[in-house]
């Protein structure tokens, strides 16, 4: 976000950024950071909550859900598959 910040203010035209409600994208830290983004041309648009519909990424999510990994159960977060349909 430095570098696209640095980007709008030296190159220009301001740029938006759209992002979901991940607690990444709303932690203190980057929240301290809005205001002088904003003033370097930098502006973040947050979709709606509840709002799957209009964030690409959650038809991927739905698809590996119901279709890729349904009915499977993981050993540990290495993925290590036990297989159980």
């Known amino acids: ?34 205001s002088k983004w904003e003033h ?13 519909e209009i964030n690409p990424i959650e038809l991927e999510w739905q698809q590996l859900k119901n279709y890729e990994i349904c009915g499977q159960m993981f050993d540990d977060e290495l993925n290590k598959c036990i297989c159980r349909h």
């Open 40 to 52: 370097m041309g930098l502006y973040i648009f947050f979709l709606p909550k509840y709002c799957s």
């Open 1 to 34: 976000m430095e570098l696209e910040a640095t980007e709008a203010a030296t190159v220009g035209p301001i740029r938006v950024i759209v992002q979901d409600n991940g607690s990444i994208h709303r932690c203190s830290k980057v929240q301290q950071l809005w």
